[in-house]
């Protein structure tokens, strides 16, 4: 069996990018054959390295506003490491229909809310200042629409009385971990039945 080729892209610490290449071995039908970043100081880097996974950096601060020209440089760099799949974990750049398409149902992306609820920034805020119950986190596939394609999985954790978006974040982080590789897994196995954990 070959396995289908996935690569990450991250804006910071790495943490899910972290979960997602440990998972990948064994019986898994993916591996991990690129983590990019579009910043030189994502933490992620050095730790995708020590994983032994190829790294590459595309600095968007260059482009300024050009988005287009900004995303050939990232479409360069994907293209040598000839992925199958396209893992946005925490990648803070909105991207433009067109690179959205190049890669149509081939790209998910982690979103730390309960979609279809606070799409875009500040979820853990806006979900405690709504008085909401419960939190959580949802994989899904990109599409033009702004966190709004399919639904792959989500998990979710209690809103706790104390909590503030750094401690509810946390609580979140911790299933995003779980999450992401679980459906990832399936994902490159060819399911796309939603998962809820
Ligand atoms: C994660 O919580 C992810 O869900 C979020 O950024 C964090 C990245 O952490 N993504 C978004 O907010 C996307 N709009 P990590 O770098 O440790 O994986």
Not at 61 to 66: I, L, S, T, V, Y
Not at 103 to 108: D, V, Y
Not at 154 to 175: K, M, N, S
Request: proline share 8%; net charge positive.
């Amino acid at each position: 069996m070959s396995h289908k080729r996935v690569a990450i892209l991250i804006s910071g610490g790495g943490s899910n990018m972290v979960a997602l290449v440990r998972s990948m071995t064994g019986d898994h039908p993916a591996r991990p054959v690129l983590v990019l970043a579009n910043r030189p100081d994502a933490g992620g880097l050095k730790r995708a390295a020590a994983l032994g996974v190829p790294t590459a950096m595309v600095d968007h601060r260059p482009f300024g506003a050009d988005r287009t020209a900004f995303e050939a440089a990232l479409t360069a760099a994907l293209e040598q490491a000839r992925p199958d799949i396209i893992a946005l974990a925490g990648f803070m750049r909105i991207l433009t229909p067109a690179f959205i398409n190049r890669w149509k149902g081939r790209m998910l992306n982690i979103h730390p809310s309960l979609l279809p609820k606070y799409r875009g920034l500040h979820t853990h805020a806006r979900a405690i200042k709504a008085g909401d119950a419960e939190a959580g986190c949802s994989v899904h596939e990109v599409t033009a629409e702004l966190d709004g394609g399919p639904v792959l999985g989500q998990a979710r954790v209690p809103i706790l009385p104390d909590d503030t978006p750094e401690t509810l974040a946390a609580r979140v982080l911790e299933q995003e971990h779980r999450l992401y590789p679980a459906v990832l897994k399936r994902f490159a196995a060819g399911d796309r039945t939603p998962l809820y954990l």
